[in-house]
């Protein structure tokens, strides 16, 4: 069984440990927090040992960071890669009822819990979180740090782009993207492509706010991850 640290105590945080106890694949050593009041509390049974820094003292765990915002988790990623942490420990963590296609490829540090569906040739960047009953179908792209909440539902050939964040039941028209640092908001139903950095809602789906530098092009500076297969 291999050794997992987890960064946040936070609600994902329980999400993946609890995806990880069902797998039987790792075995939690513990959560790292970089809020200091935090130390030594105890989350579903997993001690909180210090702050994410402290990953560097564990050289033989994965690590897997759980937090729920895009623009969070590569903050994390970026800071813990200046004190030289290597890519290679990201751990990939996948619910044991998501059933991973051959031909579809999963980044290091991505998380799908229960009962996400992968259909055919779908492939998720690095840190990519994907919530509950997403569905995800055929020649799916999504870059590095987006995220997916629970009911997501992406028509085929559709594009997400770094950072974007899809809310609970929202879904993608086949063939449309939507752009780095982007937003849709709950329910809404994306018809036409949708610009880096804005948020769009409502049925059919229409900007809300327009173009504020967010995740796409404050961080930009990362390049795209190159995807491997889940292992």
Known sequence: ????LLIAASGLAREVLAAVRASGRFDVLGIL?????KTGAIVDGVP?????SEALGYPAAGVAVCVGAGIGRARIV???AGLGFP????????????RVPDGCRIG????LLGHVTLTAGVTLGEHVVVMPGVT????????????????????GGVRIGRGAYLGMNACVREGASVGAGATIGMGAAVLTDVPDDETWVG????????????????????AIGSTRRAG
Do not use: K
């Not at 909180?48 to 994410?52: H, I």
């Not at 751990?91 to 998501?98: E, G, H, M, Y």
């Not at 290091?108 to 998380?111: I, L, M, P």
């Not at 789906?205 to 967010?214: D, F, K, N």
């Open 136 to 155: 995800l179908t055929h020649d799916v792209v999504v870059d590095d740090f987006a995220t997916f909440a629970a009911g997501v539902s992406l028509g």
């Open 33 to 37: 927090d970089d809020d200091p009041g």
């Open 87 to 98: 890519d290679r420990r990201y751990a990939t963590v996948i619910d044991p009822s998501v």
């Open 1 to 4: 069984m291999d050794e997992l």
């Open 108 to 111: 290091r540090g991505s998380v």
């Open 48 to 52: 909180v040992l210090g702050p994410a």
């Open 203 to 222: 049925v059919p789906a229409r900007v809300l706010r327009a173009g504020i530098a967010g995740l796409g092009t404050s961080v930009a500076h990362h």
């Open 78 to 80: 970026d800071r813990l």
